[in-house]
């Protein structure tokens, strides 16, 4: 059994460099899709309906690609191509939303624009575990952290920077997005798919024969009492019926007391929860494992480090 080699600070620099465009693109979301959504004629009541949908979206999306890009294996790695696929479809987002001709377009390129950049980001995380022995991967996620952090203001201030230092007008006529936003999105697109490249070309990943071999890899895992119950047919049912009960209890008191109607997409998303859990423990029940339910199983013994990561 082969002990999995250090990298260098520079080796890991690079296979943290693509967060840097992942962490643009969802800044450049946040801060501006509003104002796009304003400008195109949605009222402010409204821009919370079309704000939600994009972040339930990822919700969905982050484990079904964690799942997937564990299992696949291909010339470019099993990482990697998940990277360059979701940085491609983000970018073209990024490219096309600022240039929505209505309302219901650019809602719809927010839902392709939060996804496809979630494809990217998910597997990104995993990349740590993968590449860095155990003693070094907290400085792999504190460089992750770096980037994130980095991106985020980079990307707040752009049309700001566009408008005051290069002369950018931050104004147009009514219904059109000014030019200092869609330069803002053209540039962070440029952004995101550049760093994504240089992580795909000067990074690399072990092969399944490597990763084998390796000391760490070849430890038994052994799940403690706790995890065990966590992921047991009645662990499942227990926290099924609880998820589903909240999502029940929810909607009724937003129907009855006339709450926000936002709200019934949070009640519907923790009774879907909450079913796909008792599902999950009907399955359990009877030995049947499936892309479901390996799924929800990772999801409930998440090491503690890659959950603080993910939020």
Known sequence: MA?????SFWQIWNMSFGFLGIQMGFALQNSNVSRIFETLGASIDNIPILWIAAPVTGL?????????????????????????AGAILASVALVLMPNSPSLWIAAGMLWIMDASINVSMEPFR????????????????????????TGAVVA???????????????????????????WA?????AVFITAVLWTVIRSKEYSPEEIKSFEEKNIPIVQTDQEKAKSSPAGFLRNGLLWALAGLILVALVYFLKMEKELYVLGGGLL????????????????????????????????????????
Not at 185 to 189: E, K, L, R, S, V
């Open 3 to 7: 002990k999995q080699p250090k990298l």
């Open 60 to 84: 969905i999306v982050q484990p079904i690609i964690g799942h997937y890009s564990d299992k696949t294996w291909t010339r470019l790695g099993r990482r990697r191509p998940f990277f360059l």
């Open 126 to 149: 995993a990349f740590v575990g993968d590449n860095l022995p155990s003693e070094q991967r907290t400085i792999g996620f504190a460089m992750q952290s770096f980037f994130i952090g």
């Open 156 to 182: 707040s201030l752009l049309p700001y920077l566009l408008t005051n230092w290069f002369g950018v007008p931050n104004t147009a006529p009514e219904g059109v997005i000014p030019p200092s936003v869609r």
């Open 185 to 189: 999105f053209y540039i962070g697109a």
């Open 272 to 311: 879907l929860f909450g079913l796909l859990q008792l599902l999950t423990s009907t399955f359990l029940r009877r030995g049947v494992t499936n892309g479901m339910t390996e799924i929800l199983t990772d999801l409930k013994n998440m090491p503690k480090t890659m959950g603080q990561l993910a939020v």
